[in-house]
């Protein structure tokens, strides 16, 4: 099972900067990484596939690189609706599995 | 429109067998352009994946559920379902119904709440 280990595990910004969460694999996933976001109360919402594609009507601030075992969700400059939970996942190797998380929290 | 509608019991008592279904309105379960899954979410936990069924209709299961888990489909309703048996208190959890596109879940169910208590 490829684990996946986010870091931090909880970020406190303010809004206007930068926010830089990573997300690191037990061993290689290709670029077969997705990030998500989860607020309070809500499914959770695809933001960025194959490492660094953003998904249908995601805002342009939301960027992902990497590929292998590191990779990085940017911010790069917060809005008020950015602060929630962001979730890493890959689907390169059963069983489907996902990072812990990591909590933005407004500072 | 796409939408993914969860429905069951919301309270299973312990051992017993958990059943939900996803109603899917807007697109065909059968295309073979996508995925259906079953994630589900502990209180105040992470993601956890269940389960993965293919248009083709193989099926995958997490390895730590697989003896417990089934996940079937009724294309004449156009609806997918998981049955998960002997449940414990750590299968209380907020569960969806979660479509794939390619590697990735792009659209979600609103998740519906599933507590095992006696």
């Known amino acids: 099972e490829i684990v996946l280990t986010q870091s931090p595990a909880t970020l406190s910004l303010s809004p206007g900067e930068r926010a830089t969460l990573s997300c690191r694999a037990s061993?290689?996933?290709?670029?077969?990484l997705a990030w998500y976001q989860q607020k309070p109360g809500q499914a959770p919402r695809l933001l960025i596939y194959?490492?660094?594609n953003r998904a249908t009507g995601i805002p342009a601030r939301f960027s992902g690189s990497g590929s292998g075992t590191d990779f990085t969700l940017t911010i790069s400059s917060l809005e008020p609706e950015d602060f929630a939970v962001y979730y890493c996942?890959?689907?390169?190797?059963?069983?489907?599995?996902f990072g812990q998380g990591t909590r933005l929290e407004i500072k | 429109q796409l939408q993914l509608q969860e429905s069951g019991s919301g309270l299973v008592k312990p051992s017993q067998t958990l059943s939900l279904t996803c109603a899917v309105s807007?697109?065909?379960?059968?295309?073979?352009?996508?995925?259906w899954s079953w994630i589900r979410q502990s209180p105040g936990k992470g993601l956890e994946w269940i389960a993965y069924?293919?248009?083709?209709?193989?099926?995958y299961y997490n390895p730590s559920l697989k003896s417990r888990v089934t996940i079937s489909d009724d294309r004449s309703k156009n609806q997918f379902s998981l049955k998960l048996s002997s449940v414990t208190a750590a299968d209380t959890a907020v569960y969806y119904c979660v479509r794939g596109t390619g590697d990735y879940f792009d659209y979600w169910g609103q998740g519906t709440l599933v507590t095992v208590s006696s």
């Open positions: 194959d490492a660094s």
């Open positions: 807007g697109v065909s379960i059968s295309s073979g352009d996508y995925s």
């Open positions: 996942h890959q689907r390169f190797n059963w069983p489907i599995t």
């Open positions: 069924m293919y248009h083709s209709g193989s099926t």
């Open positions: 061993q290689s996933v290709s670029s077969y």
